[in-house]
């Protein structure tokens, strides 16, 4: 059952999802409590839509190991993308409840509470996710839209700048950085990160400005 459990793995990493569910199934007809082929075949429903069935897996994997964190994020993936936000919630907090140095879950958990534009609760969790990981784009990216959002400027800024810092090349964090720079009054550095994005892509609408 090891080796069969390694073969669907290697599938599913090579996005094979056909051929590594039919392998969860097998190892299931075996052994119905596996925990990761639950889990697993959970993974593979999820990305193929089917948020009843992929509930259903993760929690019947949530059920042999309860104190396994990443299931509970992942159950929280689901519901988020079903729109079941307050169930999601709890899930992350079940997540971050048993691994509160997990900066993916603090990331998913304001991510829920951005989508709701409840931002006394998003902007700590967000913040939590950057000091456990300093070059979480996705986090700074949320942080930075709250504060710009929030006409907090200079928060936003930084946020964006942390960006550009870790991408370079990232078009939208110049024009945001630009944006806001051009609010604050610092004209200058807002036709430098303009000029960064025409010659990033001479074609892009900043050139016509």
């Given at each position: 059952?090891?080796?069969?459990?390694?073969?669907?793995?290697g599938?599913?990493?090579?996005n094979?999802?056909?051929e590594?569910?039919?392998?969860y199934?097998q190892?299931?007809a075996?052994?119905?409590r596996?925990?990761?082929?639950?889990?697993?075949s959970?993974?593979?429903?999820?990305?193929?839509?089917?948020?009843p069935?992929?509930?259903?897996?993760?929690?019947q994997?949530?059920?042999?190991?309860?104190?396994?964190?990443h299931?509970?994020?992942?159950?929280g993936n689901?519901?988020?993308?079903?729109?079941?936000i307050?169930?999601?919630i709890?899930?992350?907090?079940?997540?971050?409840?048993?691994?509160?140095?997990?900066?993916?879950g603090?990331?998913n958990?304001?991510?829920?509470?951005?989508?709701?534009?409840?931002?006394?609760?998003?902007?700590?969790?967000?913040?939590k996710?950057?000091?456990?990981?300093?070059?979480?784009?996705?986090?700074?990216?949320?942080?930075?839209s709250?504060?710009?959002?929030?006409?907090?400027w200079?928060?936003?800024?930084?946020?964006?700048?942390q960006i550009?810092?870790?991408?370079?090349?990232?078009?939208?964090?110049?024009l945001?950085?630009?944006?806001?720079?051009?609010?604050?009054?610092?004209?200058?550095?807002?036709?430098?990160?303009?000029?960064?994005?025409?010659?990033?892509?001479?074609?892009?609408?900043?050139?016509?400005?």
């Open positions: 059952m090891i080796e069969q459990l390694l073969k669907a793995k599938y599913h990493q090579k094979q999802l056909d590594a569910y039919e392998l199934q190892i299931l075996q052994e119905p596996h925990t990761e082929a639950l889990h697993l959970g993974l593979i429903a999820y990305a193929r839509q089917n948020y069935l992929a509930i259903e897996l993760i929690q994997a949530i059920e042999q190991s309860p104190n396994t964190f299931f509970y994020s992942n159950l689901v519901l988020s993308d079903m729109g079941e307050e169930q999601a709890t899930a992350y907090q079940k997540c971050l409840e048993l691994n509160p140095d997990f900066a993916e603090w990331n958990l304001g991510s829920v509470y951005l989508s709701q534009q409840n931002y006394v609760e998003a902007i700590p969790a967000l913040e996710a950057v000091v456990l990981q300093p070059h979480y784009l996705d986090a700074h990216q949320n942080l930075g709250i504060f710009k959002q929030m006409g907090q200079e928060k936003a800024l930084f946020h964006f700048q550009m810092g870790l991408t370079p090349d990232d078009i939208s964090a110049y945001q950085a630009g944006t806001l720079l051009f609010r604050l009054n610092r004209w200058e550095e807002s036709i430098q990160h303009f000029e960064k994005v025409i010659s990033l892509e001479p074609t892009h609408w900043a050139a016509h400005l």
